[in-house]
């Protein structure tokens, strides 16, 4: 069989597939990009956008839960059709995935962009279909797709995940969400408000993703007013008539049907990745350079959900240009990784920014709290719940990193982020201005706690710099 030869081919057409290809572009490189499943990004067709879009119909028609206290009339006469709202967010997501479709796939020509499935032969070469690719460089970007037991697939179509979810025309009377990661308590709130009987189970003792006890305790006691929470034992499903009886410890749900959210796996299952030479751990990937993506010592990189490491777009998208970078430039340049950044968009948001608070030293990090409680925009929105902390170096003052479950907490954690990138401490930041009455307050409360126990100070006033300065 002939051997066709390309500088790169690059497998997977979602955001690190995507990217790694415009650096591919841009070096005037040869390439394929081989796509085996469906087209457009996990984020577009199963993921961010069309769970965003869930949530954010949810959280409009929560909304009116908490309008007879402003002197609303009427809201308690609301309702939803649920078919129609389906068919929104069905939309929603079919527009972003035609997006992503015509900025990048389109135009590409057939011989370029091949629809098939692709598998080592050896670390340069691949088996796509009948032809076979021979390629001085190939970027590894299938993605993840979402993690079932073996035992419950024998359930079918009463077994949900991110991938059947958002195609369902109605939703179910009862759902117990297992698995209450950023997915899990995201979908698992917004299914509540939109009517849905709803009970959460996770073997971890925290939700969210959060690592600070606190905030996680702030959570827990936000989110279990909304739906029941079981925490501590895992979950075991039986088949309950029609239904699904779900039981984790001594806690016991009978639901129509359950939503598995207990992670997502790399899709490198028929890549044969054994014929690349080298170790693979458990999950059957390679070790590689968490800065170069670089698989071993071969011409061969790996980046986004398929990595397994750090499963968000922005992130797949980083590690894209970076592998695309090394891959067409036959160059093993090492990259710096951009601050950490996690947000949950449930309500409140759930974030996380820097580094955890599990992996700070307590004998030279000092944190700085404050409760929404009484922060005044968060009283007037009625959102005053939850609580942020910031970590800081306790000798010179800089930020390490922050957790929070608050509102308007994605706002708050880019700008957190940006100030660790930067390398700010916290009475740099504390010299920044701050409108009133807004929730960036909240920040600003929480340095001045941390700023009290840091031993670096400013000269002068705290919120001032001098002239002369």
Known sequence: MQERIVDVAIIGSGTAGLNAMAQVQQAGKTFVLINGGEPGTTCARVGCMPSKALIQVAEDYHRRTHLGKYGIDGHAEMTLDIPEAMAHVQDIRDTFVDRVLGSSTDDL?????????????????????????????????TGSTPLVPAAWRAFGDRILTTDTLFELDDL??????????????????????????????????HIGGTRDPEVNRAALEIMRKE????????????????????????????????????????????????????????????????????????????????????????????????????????????????????????????????ARFDALDPDTTVVGEIKFAPVGRALIMGKNRGVLRVYADKADGRLRGAEMVGPKGEHLAHLICWSIEQGLSVG???????????????????????????ERKNDGMTELATLAE
Not at 115 to 138: C, H, M, S
């Open 109 to 141: 020509p057939e011989d370029l962009f091949i629809q098939d499935y692709a598998r080592f032969l050896e670390p340069t070469l691949l088996a796509v279909g009948k032809q076979r690719i021979r390629a001085a460089a190939v970027v590894i970007a």
């Open 172 to 205: 179910p009377q009862s759902v117990a969400v297992v698995g209450l990661g950023t997915i899990g308590l995201e979908l698992g709130q917004s299914l509540r408000r939109l009517g849905v009987a709803v009970t959460g189970f996770d073997q971890q003792a």
């Open 227 to 354: 739906f029941p929470i079981h925490l501590g034992a895992a979950a075991e499903i039986g088949a309950d008539g029609d239904g699904l009886r779900v039981q984790a410890g001594e806690h016991v749900a009978a639901v129509e049907r359950v939503l598995c959210s207990i992670g997502r796996v790399p899709n490198v299952a028929g890549l044969q990745l054994g014929n690349l030479g080298v170790p693979l751990d458990a999950r059957g990937l390679p070790e590689f350079n968490r800065h170069t993506l670089q698989v071993g010592d071969l011409p061969v990189f790996i980046a986004g959900d398929a990595n397994g490491e750090r499963q968000i777009l922005h992130e797949a998208g980083d590690e894209g240009r970076i592998a695309g970078w090394n891959a067409a430039r036959g160059e093993r340049r090492a990259f710096r990784r951009k601050t950490p950044l996690h947000i949950n968009f449930c309500d409140p948001n759930i974030c996380a920014v820097g």
């Open 428 to 454: 740099a930041m504390l010299r920044l201005p701050y409108y009133h009455p807004v929730i960036e307050e909240a920040l600003q409360a929480a340095l001045y706690n941390a700023y009290g126990k840091v």
